[in-house]
């Protein structure tokens, strides 16, 4: 039997959820040093880039930027989603909020399930960045695609093994990951090696 492409599937709930303004200004501050540094955007075809998640207090869920938000300097709460759900075989995702959460909350969702210590994550797009360290840190496969389950099982697999919390998305051209226990872990892990290579 051949495996064809399956469809990213969104289960939206278009309402709002419980979003405590700490959490929410967290969020901000993260996003606001990575978008300064260009790794959350814009590109000039209009299609926005990167995102980042956090674990809910529960455990069970994340809020994520939704989907089309990399262009706005700033994001108030309407622009996050709650996943609520995710089937990495299915390639589906359950959410909530009054934007979608998108494809890539699969992988955020895949480094979650692998290590249930991690408290957030962050994904950016910089191609210099990504070439420098495509394969010389984690790297998944160049024939993985971004938004399908072999991405998100692969990271998943990646994110168990290895002792750097930063994974090349090999077949996502200038997409990075990183994560950590709270979202400064994660982001400063991506800051820290922006800085290390830039004057490489
Ligand atoms: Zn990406």
Redesign the pocket.
């Known amino acids: 039997m051949t495996e064809g492409y399956i469809k990213f599937n969104c289960n939206w709930t278009q309402k709002e959820f419980p979003f405590q303004e700490e959490i929410h200004g967290e969020l901000e501050a993260s996003r606001t040093k990575l978008r300064n540094l260009g790794l959350i955007g814009m590109y000039p075809d209009g299609i926005g880039?990167?995102?980042i998640s956090v674990k809910t207090a529960d455990s069970k869920s994340f809020i994520i930027t939704g989907s089309a938000t990399g262009q706005f300097e700033k994001l108030d709460q309407s622009h996050y989603a709650l996943v609520t759900g995710y089937d990495f075989e299915k390639n589906s995702i359950s959410c909530s909020g009054l934007t979608k959460a998108s494809a890539?909350s699969l992988t955020h969702a895949a480094v979650y399930e692998s290590l249930p210590e991690v408290g957030a994550v962050v994904?950016v797009?910089c191609l210099w960045l990504w070439e420098k360290l495509l394969n010389d840190y984690p790297t998944t496969s160049a024939e993985i695609e971004?938004g399908t389950p072999e991405m998100a099982y692969a990271v998943g697999k990646i994110a168990s093994e290895i002792t750097e919390k930063i994974i090349v998305?090999g077949g996502?051209r200038?997409?990075i990951l990183a994560f950590g226990s709270n979202l400064t872990e994660a982001t400063d892990e991506i800051i820290n090696i922006y800085n290390r290579y830039k004057n490489d």
């Open positions: 880039f990167g995102n890539e994904h797009h971004y998305m996502h200038e997409g």
